[in-house]
């Protein structure tokens, strides 16, 4: 467990925090490019309590409007423009993780002179790790994605039916201004959604990750446990805000580096996951909640172990001896029923994808990323006919 951890993100954390938008912008540059989604968070007022703050701090600034769900390059293209155009110098995202992401990759092309693609893990030979970023400051409405926090972004490319990620230090929010009233308006599906994406951050790690990290798994355990509690909750109440405030809290911590510290683990279910919505277009984490199941039980038949130990801690499960195949089973039935009782889909059927492409997908997938070998990165590592067969038991 050999590791470095640093997160320069300043958290502001809290109900109202929103107000102090204008004061926190205000301290990185005079004209803010504002990234925004599809036009939620003007239905909840939020933007307009957002834009007073600016302009009560004297901040000036300029929209990007219609960040797309999956959010698109094009998209990122026109954001950079704007900020180049309008002379820009700090970027507020304003909306969900989509948003969020967005805006991290203009940040990084307002310096790049050539296409911002470059950037996106797609399997080029030599991907443009940017070095330099204008500041961004986050401000989620939506707790899912954690890319309040973190180096992380993931972009589509609709005219390649690609989608990917990039990684780089400079992407790292100056300021993530967490303010949980602004999710009280966010939909039942989307709040359900939001529970499995980060708990699916979390599964990633806990079960791809390096052995012998038992302060990791508790920290992750936790996270699960916390989601699966409190998500229920905000899901029977939008308006209970300790609900709201604990879920968004499990959505950071599960992707800003914390919890998964030391594992070093690939997140396979995301990458095939990403090439799934990259073609269809499909809710990421509706796709996550098809996916994880079916590669939890692939994986569980190969390292048994870390599935019982699930199964015991997140379920109360008792285990006939640590390699129970049985109750490493059960526990990803249950996880699959909890997945089902919050609202997600769990077949590739309710997402209307049938057996067509399922070795298109495969290839695609392992074509942005494989290892040495030209597998897919996980424990195990996934051959294309292993991609394929998670992806029929999901059908």
């Known amino acids: 467990m050999n590791f470095e951890f640093h997160n320069p993100t300043h958290l502001i954390f809290g109900a109202g925090v929103l107000s102090r938008l204008g004061e926190v912008v205000g301290r990185h540059g005079k004209k803010a490019l504002l990234v925004t989604g599809g036009g939620s968070v003007k239905r909840s007022g939020t933007f307009d309590r957002a834009v007073a703050s600016l302009k009560a701090a004297g901040v000036a600034w300029v929209e990007c409007d219609g960040v797309e769900p999956n959010p698109r390059i094009s998209t990122v293209r026109r954001g950079a423009q ?20 967005a805006s991290k990759v203009m940040a990084a092309a307002f310096y790049y002179d050539g296409d911002p693609w470059d950037m996106i893990l797609h399997g080029q030979p030599t991907p443009h790790i940017p070095t330099r970023a204008l500041p961004l400051i986050t401000v989620p409405t939506l707790a899912a994605t954690g890319s309040e926090m973190n180096m992380g972004a993931v ?84 308006n209970d805000l300790e609900a709201r405030a604990q879920v968004q809290w499990a959505s950071i911590v599960a992707l800003n580096g914390w919890v998964n510290a030391g594992t070093n683990g690939g997140y396979p279910v995301h990458m095939i996951e990403h090439t799934l919505s990259a073609y269809h277009d499909i809710t990421h984490a509706a796709g996550l909640a ?38 490493a089973l059960e526990g990803i039935d249950r996880f699959e029923s909890f997945l089902k009782e919050i609202g997600c889909p769990t077949r590739l059927a309710e997402l209307q994808i049938d057996d067509g492409l399922l070795t298109r997908y495969a290839q695609d997938t392992l074509r942005v990323i494989h290892d040495a070998n030209g597998n897919l990165p996980g424990r195990p590592a996934m051959t294309e006919a292993d991609i394929v067969a998670v992806l029929k038991a999901a059908l």
């Open 155 to 238: 972009i589509s490319n609709e005219a390649t039916k690609e989608k990917s990620f990039v990684q780089a230090k400079c992407l790292y929010p100056r300021v993530a201004l967490v303010d949980p009233e602004l999710t009280k308006s966010v939909p039942r599906d989307q709040t359900a959604y939001g529970v499995c994406d980060l708990i699916t951050h979390v599964t990633e790690a806990y079960f791809n990750g390096v052995d012998d990290t038992p302060i990791q798994d508790r920290f992750a355990e936790g996270v699960i446990l916390t989601a699966m509690e409190w998500g229920p909750k905000a899901l029977a109440d939008g």
């Open 290 to 327: 098809v996916v994880n199941p079916s590669w939890m039980r692939f994986a569980a038949r190969h390292r048994p172990h870390k599935f019982v130990q699930f199964a015991e801690r997140i379920f109360g499960l008792t285990a006939k001896d640590p390699a129970d195949l049985e109750c």
């Open 82 to 101: 704007i900020a180049r155009d309008e002379h820009c110098d700090v970027i507020i995202a304003l909306g969900g993780g989509s948003t969020m992401d």
